[in-house]
């Protein structure tokens, strides 16, 4: 069974940083794609930026120049540093593992940490 968990969110004031982390953990097999989405009160869950196993990375328009996501292949752990936070940027913060089983995908979901940028 994977375990997905993430850490670091919290209160940032506007123009702060934040460090996310999220480690997955129990699989047998290969997780290639690891990423980072958000979801807002009252809005859906949206891509914040993706990451493969061999470094593709891909953003969210409105996260372009500010945040940028890493990773950890050794240790399947992926983080996202968030530079010149808004307060549009606050979300509950989910990190996604993407697992490659037998030839099928499965993915897998954080609980989500609190992102809460203050103007």
């Known amino acids: 069974q994977v375990q997905v968990v993430e850490s670091g969110g919290g209160l940032v004031q506007r123009g702060g940083s934040l460090r996310l982390s999220c480690a997955a953990s129990g699989s047998s097999f290969s997780i290639d794609a690891m990423g980072w989405y958000r979801q807002a009160p009252g809005k859906e869950r949206e891509l914040v930026a993706r990451?493969?196993?061999?470094?593709?990375?891909k953003y969210a328009d409105s996260v372009k120049g500010r945040f940028t996501i890493s990773r950890d292949n050794t240790k399947n752990t992926v983080y996202l540093q968030m530079n010149s936070l808004r307060p549009e940027d606050t979300a509950v913060y989910y990190c996604y593992a993407q697992e490659l089983a037998a030839g099928r995908i499965y993915g897998h979901w954080g609980q989500g940490t609190q992102v809460t940028v203050s103007s």
């Open positions: 990451i493969t196993d061999g470094g593709s990375t």
